[in-house]
């Protein structure tokens, strides 16, 4: 039975590859022509031909030679950037002649002090300032006096702070001045020369270099392939079929079949290890007929789906359907084993499980009200029935951090979430908050206080600034705490920190705004509230949210001073630093456990 499925995947693996030939030929040639700029090679190729590279030239084919060439990300579903003025193109470099930088160097003007917009990260490539400098931004109000650092102080409203040598990265022994931390951060492009005004050592001229992604590099030169997006924006690597090409996708056929095999002996061994679990196990026909066919679906996330289904007792229960296994079946066990180990009012509670051949799903509890995320961002706050007043917020806020400090330090074992959010955060029929799903959940012991990273997984912005750098400090229990922070500032603005759909240079980072007014001893200018009561409630969620989101991890408080924190008195606290930097946007992250 084994064999046959592989031999089908094998003909239609064949079939779907013949069709992709029929509809391109697949070659791309070494260079293409383009004008002033020459020959151009991979990862640059020319509009007609946006295969064949990463990034697309356009005018190539304009007959005007003084008609400036324009570079866009290409094989992208998502808006990209265009570099105006593209005076050459070498290897892996882009030299752009930016006007509008070199007016303001000329006229000596504060505009200058920005941040330069490069192409977002893709699955395809990502890009820096080849030359750069990172400058700080910090309100006159400010007093600093930093050794080795020059400032610019001629800005109606702020100064600038830069450190020679220009490369601060490359600088030996360089650190940075903790006195920095509530200034702003850019980047911008410099010449090469020595000299401490920036007017003279920045430059209009910027070289732009393109890094290529793992995927992207293999593919095209090991596997001599084309990188490509799909429809939803994923890479694959498009190649020719080859004389070998049946030996391979049977080869890969077998790779994945064999995959699949270990992932279930993995997880078999698993349940064993840990029998009995505290849950019951349910076979795949009792789940098909709990959710009358998967008839009422609930949601939809990457993990797969979540639909509601009823017990044989008659009891309403959530039920989480895996579609693919990933990390050898990594977050299976991790929900199982993470989640059968709590017991607390603030943490969902695990009905069942189901382990069938390829069929993994989880049974939960029924929460009436479904996600936090529901009723807090801007696109469902017109729903009448929909909009939290503040007393009931500050109560979710308090019962997710009590549910927090319950995996924390309430275990026998501790127990790191790892994407805490409001997605993740359910509501029951009385608004009271339980913490979900436990992909990506690690076990420790209590004396275990640091993880260590092996790769990336996660939700951007509400991931720590440790979890993508270790310069940051140590990944631990100060991550959630950091994740925590920025879903309680979301849910205070009653909007996402960071909208993603806007253009970057319009973005209004809202820990900075609020912070801003906190410090001014302004009005919070919030929505909602009501009375003095309810404005007190927010003060103390949006000052407790701005110490969680500290960049230094030691500088967070932990999650049971957070719960003492909104238990008390708003005039006990003290306002926290301004916040250094905004969450990484990038991607995900697998973690496990190791002794400091």
């Not at 003060?539 to 500088?555: A, E, F, H, N, Y």
């Amino acid at each position: 039975m084994a064999f046959l499925l592989l031999f089908k995947s094998l003909i239609l693996s064949q079939l779907l590859l013949l069709l992709l030939v029929s509809a391109h030929d697949g070659k791309c040639p070494p260079s293409f022509e383009c004008g002033y700029l020459g020959q151009i090679s991979f990862p640059f190729t020319i509009t007609q031909r946006q295969d064949c590279g990463v990034l697309a030239i356009h005018g190539c084919d304009l007959k005007d030679p003084t008609a400036p060439k324009t570079i866009q990300l290409s094989n992208t579903t998502t808006t990209t950037t265009r570099f105006p003025i593209v005076t050459s193109v070498d290897s892996k470099t882009i030299t752009i002649a930016d006007d509008v930088l070199r007016k303001n160097l000329l006229s000596k003007s504060c505009k200058t002090f920005n941040n330069y917009t490069l192409p977002p990260t893709s699955p395809l490539a990502s890009f820096y300032i080849k030359y750069n400098i990172t400058m700080f931004r910090c309100n006159h109000s400010l007093t600093l006096t930093i050794p080795k650092f020059y400032n610019y102080s001629n800005c109606s409203d702020y100064n600038i702070y830069y450190y020679i040598p220009l490369n601060t990265a490359k600088a030996p022994g360089f650190k940075l001045p903790s006195s920095l931390a509530p200034c702003s951060t850019i980047q911008l492009p410099v010449r090469d020369q020595s000299t401490s005004d920036p007017f003279d050592f920045l430059s209009p001229q910027v070289l732009i270099q393109v890094e290529l992604s793992d995927d992207c590099h293999k593919c095209h030169r090991s596997q001599r392939g084309q990188c490509q997006l799909n429809n939803e924006g994923k890479f694959y690597c498009w190649k020719a079929v080859t004389a070998t090409l049946v030996l391979l996708v049977g080869m890969l056929c077998y790779t994945r079949w064999k995959k699949q095999s270990s992932n279930r002996q993995r997880i078999d061994a698993f349940l064993k290890r840990h029998e009995p679990l505290p849950t019951r196990r349910y076979s795949y026909s009792e789940i098909k007929k709990a959710t009358n066919s998967f008839g009422n679906k609930l949601g939809q996330g990457g993990f797969g789906s979540v639909y509601k289904g009823q017990s044989k007792d008659g009891l309403y229960v959530a039920v989480k359907v895996l579609t693919e296994l990933k990390d050898d079946g990594e977050e299976f066990i991790n929900e199982v084993a993470s989640i059968t180990k709590t017991c607390h009012v603030n943490i969902v509670i695990l009905l069942g499980f189901c382990f069938e051949g390829s069929k993994r799903a989880l049974v939960y509890e029924f929460m009436s009200n479904g996600s936090l995320e529901k009723f807090i961002f801007e696109e469902n706050d017109q729903i009448a029935d929909r909009q939290l007043d503040c007393k009931t917020l500050y109560h979710i806020a308090i019962g997710v951090a009590q549910g927090l400090e319950y995996l924390h330090k309430g275990c026998n074992t501790r127990i790191l979430h790892f994407d805490i959010k409001p997605h993740n955060i359910l509501l029951d029929e009385n608004f009271s908050p339980k913490i979900s799903d436990f992909g990506l959940a690690k076990i420790c012991t209590r004396k275990e206080s640091a993880v260590s990273i092996f790769g990336a997984r996660g939700t951007a912005g509400y991931i720590a600034p440790e979890v993508f750098s270790r310069n940051f400090g140590a990944v631990s229990h100060k991550s959630d705490v950091y994740s925590y922070g920025m879903m309680v500032l979301e849910m205070v603005g009653r909007r996402k920190n960071i909208n993603a759909q806007v253009d970057r240079s319009s973005e209004i980072y809202f820990p900075h705004w609020i912070y801003n007014r906190l410090e001014s001893n302004q009005e919070l200018g919030l929505r909602n509230i009501r009375n003095e009561s309810d404005d007190e409630k927010m003060r103390k969620m949006t000052i407790v949210g701005l110490w969680c989101i500290q960049t230094d991890p030691s500088t967070r408080p932990a999650i049971s001073k957070v719960v003492e924190m909104l238990e008390g008195s708003v005039e006990l606290l003290q306002i926290p630093p301004k916040p250094f930097m905004s969450s990484p946007s990038t991607s995900p992250v697998h973690l496990s456990c190791e002794t400091l």
